[in-house]
């Protein structure tokens, strides 16, 4: 088992993850952990699995789909790990939009805006003419 990346995924697309044990006495269990805590399940991320392989299906990819995922993979006579992980790209959205502030002549002011998406998004301010 080694690790691997997939980075060209779009959001609203579909992936999946496969672990395969290809030799080793039966049986094989196998369990998945995302970011080190177990797959959570609000992902609706269906997991297929038989003997020797188990496979993570993703049907419609969102940002919360990134991140690192491990399969392991046990039998009595030992416990291995294959850690793959997914970069969903998703386009920049606002988080937290920039407003229309009124300020006297002379005070500070603080404009607050945030972005969110993959990669991450830069945020450039300009001054209106």
């Known amino acids: 088992m080694?690790?691997?990346r997939k980075t060209n995924l779009q959001e609203g697309g579909r992936a999946q993850l496969s672990c395969i044990?290809?030799?080793?006495?039966?049986?094989?269990?196998?369990?998945?952990?995302?970011d080190n805590a177990p797959v959570p399940i609000g992902l609706q991320v269906t997991e297929k699995k038989?003997?020797?392989f188990s496979i993570l299906v993703?049907?419609?990819?969102?940002d919360r789909h990134s991140g690192r995922y491990t399969c392991f993979a046990t039998n009595s006579a030992a416990k291995v790990n294959y850690t793959a992980e997914l970069n969903v790209r998703v386009p920049p959205h606002w988080k937290q939009e920039p407003k229309d502030t009124a300020v006297m002549l002379g005070n500070p002011i603080s404009l607050h805006?945030?972005?969110?998406?993959?990669?991450e998004p830069t945020i450039s301010w300009f001054k209106g003419q």
């Open 2 to 4: 080694s690790q691997g």
């Open 21 to 34: 044990v290809s030799s080793g006495d039966m049986p094989v269990f196998f369990s998945w952990h995302k």
């Open 50 to 52: 038989e003997d020797f």
């Open 58 to 62: 993703f049907k419609d990819l969102t």
């Open 113 to 119: 805006c945030e972005a969110g998406g993959f990669p």
